[in-house]
C-alpha cells in the first residue's frame, strides 16, 4: 500500500531536483501532445480523403447479379450415355439486360436490413448524349428519387440555384462545372438522347457545387422515370445505393447482408484496394511516429529517476537501515515515475487540445473557390483518455528499473561511506 | 543481570563469501546488552567490531549462531521482517548522519515515525520538538540539513534515532567525522539521552576516552571477544 511516507520521500524527490523534473514533464508533456495531434490530425485526414473519394457514391452497391451463361462443358450429361454431342457457343449477354425488376419489393427490406444503414437509393444509370444548340457530348445520367438520393449525397444543401428534391419529371439538374462547360443556365432548354434513341427534352432546374469532381463534372440527374424511359429499363433500376452511418463498417453490412439478397453486394472498401492500402500505411506511419515518441518519454523518465536513484543512494541506504523495506523504496521510484508522466499529461492533454482547436479555426479558399477548414478535426475524449493512458503506463515501465536497483541498495555499504 | 537482555549473541560467527575466498571476520562471540546499559564497542581496524553492530542490528545476517532482541529469535527473519523490526524496535547513529536533504530537521528527525504512517509521526511530534529543544536546536526545526554545522546534523541525527522509541540504539563511530568538541558535544548527549530515556546505546568507537566513560567495554580482536569491562550487567 502507498503510504504517506512514501509520497512525501517521492515528492520530495522530484521538488529537489526541480529543474530535471521539469524537463522530464516537457518531455511527457510533447509526447502526450504528438499523440493527441498526430492522432487526431491523421484520422481527420483520413476521414477527409475517404469522405471525398466516397462522399459522393454510396458506401455499398446492390447490383443484378452477372450472367455468365453456362458453357456446354457444365452442363449435367444426360443419364443414357447415347454419346449424343451437344453444340453451342458462349454468349455473354448484354450489360442491358443486367437490371433489378421487382425493387419496390427489395426496397422495404432494404430499408431495415441493418441499423447501420442510413439512406437506400434505387439508381438508373448509363451514358447519354447531351445536346444544346450545335454542342452535342456525352454525359453519364442518373434516374433518381430526390429525397431518397439526397441521404446518399447531399446534392441540395449544396444547390448553387435552383431546386434538387423539388424536381419534376422533364427536369435535370447539373453540376456547375459542367453547366459552365455547356453554357447552360437556370431554366435553359438541353436534349438527352438514350443508347436506343429515345431522346427528351429536359429543363435545367438546378445547377449544384457539391466539391466532388464526380458529380459536378459530367454528371446528370434526372429523376427516376425519366432515367428508365432513357435508357429503356422501363420499370426496372440498375443498382441501389446504400448510406452508411460509419462506412468503415460497409464491408462487415455487406457481407451481413449479401447472404439475404439475390444480388451481388459491393462494399466502397473493395473497389478502392489502392486507398484503403494508402490509409493502412499512413495508420502504420502514424502508429510509429507514436512508439518512437512514446519510448522518447519513458527514457526522459527513466533517466532524470536513475540520475534520482544514483544521487539519493546514500539516503536510500539510511532510510532502509532505518527500517525501509526494498518495496517500499521501489514503490518510492516508481511514484516518481507516474507522477512525472501525470503532471506531463496534466500538462500535454491541454496544450494538444489547445493546438488543435486553434488548427480547427483556420478556414482557407480552395481551388474550387468553396471556404473550408483545411483540418478535419474532432477531438475525441478517447484519444485524450488514451494519450494518458500511454503516457502513464510508460512513467509506470520507465521507473521500473531504476526502482528496483533503488529496493536493492545496500545499507551496509552506505553507512560505511563506500 | 537486572532485566532481560535488549540485545543477545549466542555463539555468533560471520563468515565472508567471495566466489571461493572465504574471509572469517567473527567468530563464536556471545554477548548480552541490558536495558539502559551504555556498551562501548572498540578494537582496531578490521577487528571485526563493525560487523558485530550490523549483525546486532540486523543489517546483516550471521553465518552460525543465534540472535534474538528482546528475546525474540530473529536470526531466522526474512528481510522484510529485519525491516519491521529495525524499523521498530531499534536506532541507528551512523558516522555520516545521512539526512535526507529535502527534508527539514524536525522532518528528518521524525522519518523513522513516519515510515510507521503518519498517525504516529504525529503522535511523536511533541516529543521530538521537546529532544530537538533539549538539544539546542529548537530554533532550527524549520531548517534544512545543508544549514546546519557537522555537529549539529549530527545531534539530529541522534534525535531521529530515537524517534521510534527504540529498545536499543546502535551508533557506528557517531563522532568520527566530527572534531574534537562536536564529537565530545555528541557523545555527552547520547549519555545524557542514555539517562533520561533508558534506552540502551551500543556504540562502536576508535576514542579510548569515550569508550572509558561507557558502562561497560567489549574488546574484539581478529574477531574474538578479548574481554569486557565495567558494566550493569
Known amino acids: 500500500m502507498l503510504s504517506y511516507f512514501m509520497w512525501s520521500v517521492a515528492f520530495r524527490h522530484l521538488r529537489y531536483s ?9 518531455v511527457v508533456a510533447i509526447s502526450v501532445l504528438l499523440i493527441i495531434y498526430l492522432w487526431t490530425i491523421i484520422s481527420g485526414t483520413q ?43 458462349v ?45 452535342r457530348q456525352s454525359v453519364r445520367i442518373l434516374g433518381v428519387l430526390q429525397a431518397r438520393h439526397n441521404g446518399i449525397v447531399e446534392i441540395e444543401k449544396n444547390l448553387v440555384e435552383g431546386r434538387f428534391l423539388a424536381m419534376n419529371s422533364g427536369d435535370v439538374v447539373m453540376g456547375s462545372k459542367l453547366a459552365a462547360d455547356f453554357g447552360v443556365k437556370l431554366r435553359d432548354k438541353v436534349r438527352l438522347t438514350g443508347p436506343e434513341g429515345v431522346a427528351l427534352n429536359f429543363t435545367v432546374a438546378g445547377i449544384h457545387n457539391t466539391g466532388f469532381g464526380q458529380i459536378d463534372d459530367g454528371l446528370v440527374f434526372v429523376s427516376l422515370r425519366d432515367g428508365q424511359s432513357l435508357l429503356g429499363l422501363s420499370g426496372s433500376i440498375s ?34 484496394p489502392n486507398l484503403f492500402r494508402t ?18 518519454s519513458g527514457f526522459g523518465i527513466a533517466s532524470i529517476l536513475v540520475m534520482v536513484v544514483t544521487s539519493k543512494y546514500r539516503e536510500i541506504g539510511i532510510l532502509k537501515a532505518m527500517g525501509a523495506t526494498p518495496a517500499d523504496i521501489q514503490q518510492i521510484f516508481v511514484i516518481e515515475g507516474v507522477l ?36 478535419l478535426i474532432q477531438i475525441e475524449p478517447a484519444v485524450l483518455v488514451g494519450a494518458s493512458l500511454v503516457a502513464l503506463v510508460t512513467g509506470g515501465i520507465a521507473s521500473f528499473f531504476p526502482a528496483r536497483r533503488a529496493g536493492k541498495v545496500d545499507p551496509m555499504q552506505v553507512i560505511r561511506g563506500n | 543481570m537486572s532485566a532481560s537482555p535488549v540485545v543477545e549473541l549466542d555463539q555468533v560467527g560471520k563468515t565472508y563469501y567471495n566466489g571461493a575466498v572465504e574471509t572469517p571476520v567473527l567468530f ?101 520538538r521537546e529532544l530537538l529543544a533539549a538539544v539546542g536546536l529548537d530554533d532550527k526545526l524549520k531548517a534544512r540539513p545543508a544549514q ?70 567489549i574488546r574484539i580482536r581478529d574477531g574474538r571477544i578479548q574481554g569486557t569491562k565495567g558494566g550493569k550487567g
Open chain 1, 340 to 375: 512525472l508522466a501525470l503532471v506531463g499529461c496534466l500538462v500535454g492533454v491541454p496544450l494538444g487540445v489547445g493546438l488543435l482547436e486553434l488548427l480547427a479555426g483556420i478556414r482557407s479558399v480552395g481551388p474550387d473557390g468553396r471556404v473550408d477548414a483545411p483540418f
Open chain 2, 148 to 217: 546546519l554545522s557537522g555537529g549539529q546534523q549530527q545531534r539530529v541525527a541522534v534525535v531521529r534515532s530515537l524517534a521510534n522509541n527504540p529498545a536499543v540504539v546502535f551508533a557506528d563511530e557517531p563522532t568520527g567525522n566530527l572534531d574534537s568538541k562536536s564529537g565530545r558535544m555528541v557523545f555527552d548527549l547520547m549519555k545524557r539521552l542514555n539517562r533520561d530515556s533508558g534506552t540502551a546505546f551500543v556504540m562502536v568507537t576508535h576514542d579510548d576516552h569515550f569508550a572509558l566513560e561507557a558502562d561497560r567495554v
Open chain 1, 91 to 135: 454468349v455473354n449477354l448484354p450489360r442491358g439486360l443486367e437490371r433489378i425488376e421487382d425493387w419496390q419489393l427489395w426496397m422495404p427490406y432494404l430499408d431495415h436490413a441493418d441499423p447501420a444503414i442510413t439512406a437506400v437509393s434505387p439508381l438508373v444509370s448509363g451514358q447519354v448524349f447531351m445536346n444544346r444548340g450545335s454542342r
Open chain 2, 28 to 128: 563464536d562471540v556471545s554477548c548480552a546488552i541490558v536495558p539502559g546499559e551504555f556498551v562501548a564497542i572498540v578494537g582496531g581496524s578490521g577487528s571485526g567490531k563493525t560487523t558485530l553492530l550490523n549483525l546486532m542490528g540486523l543489517l546483516d545476517r550471521p553465518t552460525a549462531g543465534e540472535i534474538r532482541i528482546e528475546s525474540v529469535k530473529v536470526t531466522g527473519l526474512d528481510e522484510v521482517e529485519r525491516a519491521r523490526v529495525r524499523r521498530d524496535r531499534l536506532g541507528f547513529i551512523f558516522q555520516f548522519h545521512y539526512l535526507l536533504p529535502e527534508f527539514t530537521v524536525i522532518e528528518n528527525a521524525l522519518m523513522p515515525c513516519r515510515m510507521r504512517g503518519r498517525e504516529f509521526e504525529l503522535a511523536q511530534e511533541p516529543r521530538m
Open chain 1, 18 to 26: 526541480i529543474s530535471q523534473s521539469l524537463l522530464t514533464i516537457g
Open chain 1, 279 to 296: 490509409l493502412d500505411a499512413q495508420s502504420q506511419t502514424r502508429n510509429l511516429i507514436l512508439l518512437m515518441s512514446t519510448i522518447a
Open chain 1, 239 to 272: 443498382s441501389f445505393g446504400i448510406k452508411l452511418a460509419d462506412l468503415y463498417t460497409a464491408e462487415q453490412v455487406a457481407q451481413k447482408i449479401a447472404p439475404g439478397l439475390p444480388f451481388k453486394v459491393r462494399s466502397w472498401v473493395l473497389d478502392n
Open chain 1, 47 to 89: 476521414t477527409r480523403i475517404v469522405q471525398n473519394t466516397t462522399g459522393s457514391l454510396p458506401h455499398i452497391t446492390v447490383e443484378p447479379p452477372e450472367r455468365t451463361p453456362l458453357g456446354a462443358w457444365n452442363l449435367p450429361m444426360p443419364d443414357d450415355q447415347s454419346g449424343k454431342l451437344y453444340v453451342g457457343e
